[in-house]
């Protein structure tokens, strides 16, 4: 028992500063997870600081973040934080069987982008992004990406390195430092964004960026080479990873980014046949064109020419009826829905009857006119009147 409330049912697994156990809270009826830290990491004395802080961090709330229940310091004896259990494994065991899909790899960029944004956001620097600090929570259903969610985010927030007792006690995995890290300078946000990079790369491929045999090969690969990046990526994963994982800190997106760029992935096109258009109307040099170029499945503008069209002709294009049915249904084939047939019939049938009834006009109007009968005596009248009415006619 831990605190005469926490019941250590199981031990779960361990670290270089922290052993962590399945508990239950006998007060709430929960399950939770006990990480003890190792004697002499974390060290004591500033009570109200450490007080404050775990303060601090119970407040975060994310679901891409563990929730912090509860913190017993050194003053008041064990050392150990209580926060939620999560039953799902973590993202290290899940790379056992391979790389994961690109759904899964962008739900992972995406959420966890999110999580430090909230954690750096409150003034802490994780420190040690890796796969065994990634939990994964339980599929929703059988066809849910992965559901991500980052641990000890407080751990080297609450245990300083300039605290540490120790010997040869560090802070964060060499497999997965930022190139800052290992020359020995303060660890900052874009530290976690190198580490998020190192593991969206391991994730994607599913092998290490750097795979030395020795930790301190790994580390002075990390300040002579660049990871590398498979081309069969797509340029949308390449551009994003070989930003995230710049050797100068300043060039690196912040989490925010990393997680509105990884969302972009995500309007690509389901069927890789079908390509949308980035459409620039900006102009370009001559103020007068916009840009139209085809957009690749991985959700960025692929390199085949760009066809130049006037900027009036994308602002004059009338806008589609409602009836007219989009691509993919049958329309495709050429067939319409029924009510179209309909209206396209009826139309058809009164062209039909007002182009008979302008023929018929036409056809009587070209029609000679009857030539005038002349003005014949009748019968029994005598021909000299007849004759003398002719002549009175033409006499002026």
Do not use: C
């Not at 999560?86 to 899940?94: A, E, F, K, Q, V």
């Not at 459409?279 to 692929?302: E, H, I, L, N, R």
């Amino acid at each position: 028992m831990l605190a005469d409330r926490y019941r250590v049912d199981e031990f779960v697994g361990s670290g270089g500063m922290a052993s962590v156990f399945r508990a239950t809270d006998q007060a709430l009826g929960r399950t939770v997870a006990i990480k003890s830290f190792t004697p002499g990491t974390a060290g004591r004395g500033d009570e109200a600081r450490q007080v404050s802080e775990t303060r601090l961090l119970a407040s975060l709330s994310h679901h891409a973040l563990v929730t912090l229940f509860d913190a017993h310091l050194p003053e008041r004896g064990d050392a150990f934080l209580v926060m939620e259990y999560i039953d799902g494994g973590t993202l290290d065991s899940r790379l056992l069987g391979g790389a994961i899909s690109d759904e899964d790899a962008t739900s992972l960029a995406r959420e966890l982008g999110e999580a430090l944004h909230v954690v750096h956001g409150a003034g802490i620097i994780h420190r040690d992004v890796k796969p065994s600090n990634i939990l994964l929570r339980p599929a929703l259903t059988p066809q849910s990406t992965l559901r991500p969610t980052l641990a000890d985010f407080g751990i080297a927030y609450l245990v300083d390195t300039t605290r540490l007792t120790a010997p040869g006690t560090a802070i964060g995995t060499a497999a997965y430092l930022a190139p800052e890290q290992v020359r020995g300078a303060p660890p900052t946000t874009a530290s976690d964004i190198y580490s998020l990079g190192l593991v969206l790369i391991e994730a994607l491929t599913g092998r290490r960026a750097f795979a030395q045999q020795t930790p301190v090969e790994a580390i002075a690969a990390r300040l002579s080479i660049q990871p590398e990046i498979p081309a069969s990526l797509g340029p949308g994963w390449r551009s994003l990873l070989t930003d995230m994982t710049a050797r100068d800190p300043e060039q690196r997106p912040t989490a925010l980014e990393v997680a509105s760029r990884a969302r972009s992935l995500d309007v690509a096109p389901s069927d890789p046949a079908v390509t949308a258009l980035a459409v620039d109307t900006g102009g370009g040099a001559d103020g007068g064109a916009a840009s139209v170029a085809p957009v690749s499945s991985k959700g960025a503008v692929s390199p085949a020419p760009t066809l130049m069209l006037p900027t009036e002709a994308l602002t004059d294009v009338p806008p589609v009826p409602p009836e007219v049915a989009p691509l993919g249904t049958r329309a495709e084939a050429g067939q319409a829905s029924s009510p179209t047939r309909v209206r396209l019939w009826l139309l058809v049938l009164v062209a039909l009857v007002v182009a008979g009834v302008l023929a018929v006009a036409l056809w009587n109007a070209n029609l000679p006119s009857e030539p005038a009968q002349p003005d014949l005596p009748q019968v029994g009248e005598p021909l000299d009147t007849h004759l003398q009415d002719l002549l009175d006619e033409v006499t002026p």
